[in-house]
């Protein structure tokens, strides 16, 4: 038996999920993860989610909730999940910043947030996963989020209408600090292997960081390149599941392994020639700094953005390993060669004494509604 449930099919950023409102779903939470995983296709053992929405990759596998404020300051509470593709796990341990960039047109689409017919208008979105406030602002056209538009961003063809998200005091998003552990830099013991030097990082997403070199990469590997080294992804994943237990996110490397989408994890390179994956050079004046990520075990074709504001916070704070990588020292806006191009990311952190703190992260995004109407789900 199945039965169907109202749902938005939308693109945000360079991810892919399905937005639902939080009054079709149960009331108990508990009962939303076999949703969620008959929804998009999981667990599928060959990978491939055919028997659902999901796209057989971590950033076409998102499920989102949109439903009315719990707090004053916000217009729209928004729940992130990631659905994971081989197991029957759902994971709400962070937010998806590409996702986040559809949050906002949706509500105004949906009538949840009244806006005049044209405008430039700020809807404001607590993300419930990190109890962090993100402002979208957009535009809007005849009552309805303005889709067409001159913005392209890097692992997206064609362009559209802008949405620039504002991630407000970022940081301790997963862990309540923005340095989990108090350093800077901490050297981990990783199982299976030597210890390696790293920064960890919370700030919309915890984030572990580590140099390209101490793995011996050049840190302008594709993506394709790093998933036919099976040895090199179960080091990765090692070295993120003992920054897990550092982060205070697990108790064990064990429990680690089993919650996969944090901390992300982050591989770092100075400035340098590389290509992307349609063929197009990248020259090396032409970033900051160069930067691979795993997400939910797998290296992305692009940055998850939550990782990417990370990564910009990380530049920023001195002795840090993204900073010794990066040629930006002190500037605010940071351009990221990664797989599908060169990403622009502004952040902003104060120092008082020994305490670092986020003040935001603001980066551009594109959005566009796919489908909308029902989709369907086998009854449990």
């Known amino acids: 038996m199945t039965r169907k449930l109202r749902a938005v099919f939308a693109r945000g950023g360079t991810s892919k999920g399905l937005i639902f409102h939080a009054s079709d779903l149960p009331s108990d939470r508990r009962d939303w993860d076999a949703i969620f995983l008959s929804a998009m296709g999981s667990p599928d053992p060959l990978g491939r989610q055919l028997d659902g929405m999901g796209g057989g990759v971590s950033s076409l596998s998102k499920v989102c909730v949109v439903g ?119 050297r981990l013991d990783v199982a299976g292997g030597p210890a390696i030097e790293v920064s960890m990082v919370d700030a919309a997403n915890a984030c572990v960081f580590v140099a390209a070199a101490d793995l011996g990469l050049s840190g302008v590997e594709m993506p394709d390149q790093l998933a036919a080294h099976p040895d090199l992804l179960r080091r990765l994943e090692a070295i993120r599941a003992s920054a897990a237990v550092a982060m205070g996110l697990a108790t064990t490397v064990e429990e680690a392994h089993e919650r996969p989408f944090i901390p992300l994890i982050g591989i770092v390179a100075p400035p340098q020639h590389s290509t992307t994956l349609s063929g197009a050079s990248i020259p090396e004046d032409a970033a900051d700094l160069v930067v691979r990520m795993m997400s939910n075990g797998q290296p992305h074709r692009a940055l998850p953005l939550t990782g990417s504001l990370c990564t910009a916070v990380a530049a920023l704070i001195d002795g840090s390993v993204v900073q010794r990588a990066s040629r930006a020292a002190g500037a605010r806006a940071l351009r990221l060669a990664m797989p599908s191009g060169v990403l622009v990311v502004d952040a902003a952190v104060e120092r008082e004494q020994d305490v670092w703190r986020a003040l935001h992260g603001s980066f551009f995004r594109t959005t566009r509604r796919l489908f909308e109407g029902f989709v369907h789900v086998r009854d449990v």
């Open 68 to 186: 009315p404020p719990s707090r004053e300051d916000a217009d729209v509470d928004y729940t992130f999940a990631q659905v994971q593709i081989n197991q029957a796990l759902v994971d709400y341990a962070g937010n998806c910043g590409n996702m986040s960039s559809a949050i906002g047109p949706f509500a105004v689409d949906e009538g949840l947030v009244a806006v005049a017919r044209d405008d430039d208008v700020v809807v404001r979105i607590h993300n419930t996963n990190t109890a962090k406030l993100i402002h979208a602002n957009f535009r809007v056209a005849g009552g309805v989020c303005a889709s067409d538009g001159e913005l392209a961003i890097p692992g997206v063809s064609g362009s559209g209408a802008p949405v620039r998200l504002d991630f407000l005091d970022p940081g301790g998003a997963s862990t309540g600090r923005l340095l989990p552990s108090g350093k800077v830099c901490d």
